[in-house]
Every structure is written in structure tokens, then in C-alpha cells.
């Protein structure tokens, strides 16, 4: 059984940081393609930033030079660190865990982050 479990979510003031982390199991972590999804309400989902098996990232503009996304295949675990955050990055984040090319592509339940004064 597949499980990703987001943690590290909360309300933080304009211009603070979070780091978010997904701990994954029940599938080979290391050769999934692990990202970071957002969603708010009326919006569809969007990609914040995903990590290759093989090291490789990508960001969506949005979140460039703020946000990092880490990876620890020892522990089955990506993280997101988020700097700099605005209240338009407040959203509900959820973890992914895609093997590209086929069906395995899973979700986390997602953890809020607001982010206000």
C-alpha cells in the first residue's frame, strides 16, 4: 500500500519560511519523479516544483529563487523549503510521486499553508 504523508504545514507571517516534508512508502522512492503540487479553492492544482530520481528540478515561475525542493532517498522523504512567502503561496500543498511512463502516480492528503499577517 502506497502512502505519502505531508507534514510541516501551519500559518506563517508574510516573509517567513516553512519547510514541508512528504514521507513516502510502499513504492521504490528512488526512481520516482517526487514533486510538490498547490490548490486553491476554484483553481485547478498546480505544480509548485518537482525533483528527478536523477537530481534534476523544476520550478514554476512563481516560486523560483523562494522555494527548494530536496530529496533524501535514505529516508523516502522530499522536503520543501519555502523562504520569502507571500500570501498568495497559501494554498493546500500535496505531495506527488509519479513513475513517468506508467500508471503509478500518487498523492498525498495535503497540508495547508496560510500565510498571513
Known amino acids: 500500500q502506497v502512502q505519502l504523508v505531508e507534514s510541516g504545514g501551519g500559518l506563517v507571517q508574510p516573509g517567513g519560511s516553512l519547510r514541508l516534508s512528504c514521507a513516502a512508502s510502499g513504492i521504490t522512492f528512488r526512481i520516482y519523479v517526487m514533486g510538490w503540487y498547490r490548490q486553491t479553492p476554484g483553481k485547478q492544482r498546480e505544480l509548485v516544483a518537482d525533483?528527478?530520481?536523477?537530481?534534476?528540478?523544476n520550478y514554476a515561475d512563481s516560486v523560483k529563487g523562494r522555494f527548494t525542493i530536496s530529496r533524501d532517498n535514505a529516508k523516502n522523504t522530499v522536503y520543501l523549503q519555502m523562504n520569502s512567502l507571500k500570501p498568495e503561496d497559501t494554498a493546500i500543498y500535496y505531495c506527488?510521486?509519479?513513475?513517468?511512463?506508467?500508471?503509478?502516480?500518487?498523492w498525498g492528503q495535503g497540508t495547508q499553508v496560510t500565510v498571513s499577517s
Open positions: 525533483m528527478t530520481s536523477g537530481g534534476s528540478t
Open positions: 506527488n510521486a509519479a513513475y513517468r511512463g506508467t500508471r503509478n502516480d500518487y
